[in-house]
């Protein structure tokens, strides 16, 4: 029935093109059985419906969606779009050139999720009539991130995507064992989900990963947090701070940009940040320092200066990529030199010395008059 269908819809098609002299006697046509095809494309991006035929004369091409809706037309050497679905204005194209050649794929640009579905090309020629189904899914999947927050007592992990589809999976892990229980936070829209997967962490001394898998576009981000062993420095003293990337995660020839922050009431600033792309080095923070060299090699870690009582509290270090987010936490305790304790205990002895001595001789005087 269907390849009755396509048949007469090329016979019809054909005789009101080109008149009497494009009809072709049945016996010299050949119908081809519909191939199918599935094509997966990203959001806002460009595809390739893909449909190839046996080289001939008097080409027609109508690809339509979901047998109901025209995409697109080309008959008689040029495009005929008069009837073409309004949603697929100025974005779709043969390849003119190679259509002589057999080919009757079709550009497809800026793809959303509503263009999902089954797209059919019918093409036919002088000698053969042929459908291919191509079967279009689009996934989404904008670049995940992990994030460190500080609740009155509690620290959290958070790991959110702001863009995907399908509905992803997530996974949460301790030490590299699995954790049964995490929230998922999820907000849908037409185009996509949005997602916020909370943990509550537990245990300072573990460290934690976070995954997220898109299964459709076979892609996959990880973000890992480790928690390093508390520092303690004096006062005036300078203070180094490691970070440097996992191997199983870190590509040194993909772009990522490394960030290091300090945590002041509830929220990080940052002090500095490095980007692969450009080797571009921004410092906001004087007494801060990287070593060239061991950025060369991968190497992160950072340098502060001239510690004062304020530096006590926790540093971040974020390595981030499309692929992966590494969080490093420091905790660093700046106390008083010895020089400084020396000099306030001084002042706890003097100062109430000095208001004993004081009132005193307010009633010394008191009593003598």
């Given amino acids: 029935m269907k390849a009755q269908t396509a048949l007469s819809f090329f016979l019809i098609l054909i005789t009101s093109l080109s008149g009497s002299q494009g ?54 050497g040029s495009d005929h779009l008069e009837s073409q679905d309004p949603r697929y204005a100025n974005r779709t194209s043969l390849f003119y050139n190679e259509i002589q050649n057999g080919n009757a ?32 899914k689009v996934g989404v999947f904008l670049t995940p991130v992990m994030k460190y927050e500080k609740r009155n007592t509690n620290s959290f992990l958070i790991c959110s995507v702001l863009s995907v589809y ?56 990880t973000g890992r947090w480790t928690m390093k062993d508390g520092l303690h420095k004096m006062q005036s003293e300078h203070v180094s701070l490691s970070c440097q990337p996992v191997n199983d995660y870190f590509s040194p020839n993909q772009d990522f940009k490394v960030t290091w922050s300090r945590m002041k009431s509830g929220t990080f600033s940052i002090l500095a940040y490095y980007l692969s792309s450009s080797q571009n080095t921004i410092i906001n923070e004087s007494r801060f320092s990287w070593n060239k060299e061991l950025i060369n090699q991968s190497d992160f870690s950072m340098n502060l200066m001239d510690l004062n009582l304020s530096d006590s509290g926790e540093y971040l270090c974020n390595i981030s990529s499309d692929e992966y987010t590494l969080l490093t936490i420091h905790t660093v305790h700046v106390e008083p030199s010895q020089e400084t304790a020396s000099h306030n205990k001084g002042l706890w002895i003097l100062v109430p010395s000095v208001i004993l001595a004081a009132f005193l001789l307010i009633w010394t005087v008191k009593r003598c008059r």
């Avoid at 079709?106 to 291919?132: K, M, P």
């Avoid at 849908?188 to 245990?203: A, E, K, M, Q, R």
């Avoid at 934690?208 to 576009?217: A, Q, V, W």
Wanted: charged residues 20%; negative net charge.
């Fill in 23 to 76: 009809i072709f006697p049945l016996a010299f046509f050949t119908y081809v059985p519909m191939n199918e095809q599935i094509v997966i494309g990203r959001l806002d991006e460009d595809i390739i419906l893909p449909s190839s035929f046996e080289r001939g004369s008097e080409v027609v091409i109508h690809w339509k969606y979901q047998d109901s809706y025209k995409v697109h037309s080309y008959y008689k």
């Fill in 105 to 136: 794929s079709l550009f497809f640009r800026r793809v959303s999720l509503l263009d999902e579905g089954i797209y059919t090309c019918y093409v036919g020629t002088a000698i053969q009539v042929i459908t291919n189904k191509v079967v279009l």
């Fill in 166 to 221: 399908p509905r992803p999976i997530i996974t949460w892990k301790m030490d590299n064992t699995p954790i049964s229980e995490n929230n998922m936070e999820e907000t849908g829209s037409l185009d996509s989900f949005s997602i916020n997967s909370p943990l509550n962490i537990t245990g300072s001394n573990s460290s934690y990963e976070c995954t997220i898998e898109n299964s459709l576009l076979k892609q996959t981000w």
